[in-house]
């Protein structure tokens, strides 16, 4: 990890925007994002007590990531579609793998989740990180492709190397230096991971 230029990417970003994401121009855009709104309700969609109807489940899903403005217009409706066309079994696999990933062995429920994912090609870094950085904002990330490329080469994170298909491996190793990083600036630039990434995205040498 570069700390020179993160400490040049922190300079810049407070120089443009005083204080941070207390910044009215920076607030204005998390409205946009509405991520207050979508931590409450993911969390209590997906608490532990809710799994058990795993149709209810995969339903939620699909409806949470159609909100979430942090997934792409064209992966909304293919991911609606998929989660409809679902059969029996491999609805229980995605429902027990979110409820694994969410509230027991993470790298197993992860699995499940790609596993399944995989089977109608859907197998994206947005669909598969997105309800957990809801559900755990300052814990989990959420992998945005063009933003992890980005920062992996900008931050010189020498240890990571990118792939399109998800792996447990990268996004493991992915969340730890992005929550070592976050301890390494203001907590001004940090209200939670996902904003993080986005100042990190921000930063980014155009």
Do not use: C
């Given at each position: 990890m570069n700390l020179d230029k993160l400490e040049q990417a922190e300079a810049k970003f407070f120089n443009m925007y005083p204080?941070?994401?207390?910044?009215?121009?920076?607030?204005?855009?998390?409205?946009?994002?509405?991520?207050?709104?979508?931590?409450?309700?993911?969390?209590?969609?997906?608490?532990?007590?809710?799994?058990?109807?795993?149709?209810?489940?995969?339903?939620?899903?699909?409806?949470?990531?159609?909100?979430?403005?942090?997934?792409?217009?064209?992966?909304?409706?293919?991911?609606?579609?998929?989660?409809?066309?679902?059969?029996?079994?491999?609805?229980?696999?995605?429902?027990?793998?979110?409820?694994?990933?969410?509230?027991g062995n993470q790298e197993q429920g992860f699995n499940m989740m790609l596993d399944v994912l995989i089977s109608g090609k859907m197998a994206k870094w947005s669909l598969i990180s997105v309800l957990p950085v809801y559900h755990k904002p300052y814990d989990e990330v959420f992998v945005k492709p063009t933003t992890a490329k980005g920062v992996i080469?900008?931050?010189?994170?020498?240890?990571?190397?990118?792939?399109?298909?998800?792996?447990?491996?990268?996004?493991?190793?992915?969340?730890s230096i992005i929550n070592e990083m976050k301890t390494k600036v203001d907590s001004r630039l940090a209200p939670n991971n996902a904003a993080f990434t986005g100042f990190l995205m921000m930063s980014l040498d155009q």
């Open positions: 204080g941070g994401f207390e910044h009215p121009d920076m607030v204005a855009i998390g409205k946009k994002h509405k991520m207050d709104k979508m931590i409450t309700t993911v969390q209590e969609e997906f608490s532990e007590d809710q799994f058990g109807n795993s149709k209810a489940i995969v339903q939620a899903m699909s409806k949470l990531v159609s909100r979430s403005s942090m997934v792409s217009l064209f992966e909304k409706p293919k991911f609606r579609d998929f989660v409809n066309s679902l059969h029996n079994q491999h609805e229980t696999i995605l429902a027990n793998g979110l409820r694994e990933m969410l509230h080469q900008q931050f010189e994170l020498g240890t990571l190397v990118y792939k399109p298909r998800p792996s447990w491996e990268f996004y493991k190793e992915f969340r």
